[in-house]
């Protein structure tokens, strides 16, 4: 199943996480300070647009290719591994599973990478980080190893 969306990818904890943090923020509320309902206002419209168009627990393909929705296993040019979800930074709450943007520079540098491919993203200070990936798979595939 191929999966055509103008929004983010998100579990269905995240969706109703996000669902409920908006029924709440809408609810009349007794902000006194113009920074307060400002804020707010901002969080329901970020809210909003991440909602708009969301695919919900849908996986992408299983065909090992990074795109959101996928939880990678990459090595670092120094050794290092680590895994995480692609996904929204509203994913959070996954146990030890740290989750990374499509929009960051390491989510930027490994859309569409396939295991083997190595990839080089910048850093704030404006180095290069060398990272390949060694396994993508569907986060339901990942959570049904996890249990």
């Known amino acids: 199943m191929t999966i055509v969306s103008s929004g983010p990818w998100l579990t269905p904890e995240a969706h109703a996480r996000l ?31 991440m909602l708009r168009g969301a695919v919900v627990g849908q996986d992408p393909p299983d065909d090992g290719i ?3 929705g996928m939880v990678l296993t990459v090595e670092y040019d120094d050794g290092d591994t680590e895994t995480f979800l692609l996904g929204t930074r509203d994913e959070a709450g996954h ?12 989510g930027r540098a490994l859309h569409g990478a396939k295991p ?7 850093v704030p200070s404006g180095g290069a980080v060398g990272v390949t990936l060694l396994e993508a798979k569907p986060y339901s595939r990942h959570r049904e190893g996890a249990r």
């Open 66 to 68: 990074a795109e959101p």
């Open 95 to 106: 146990g030890a599973l740290e989750v990374y943007s499509p929009d960051s520079p390491l």
């Open 19 to 49: 669902v409920h943090e908006l029924a709440t923020l809408r609810r009349p509320g007794t902000d006194d300070e113009i920074e307060h309902l400002l804020h707010r206002q901002a969080r329901i419209r970020q809210i909003e647009d």
């Open 116 to 122: 083997g491919d190595r990839r080089e993203y910048r």
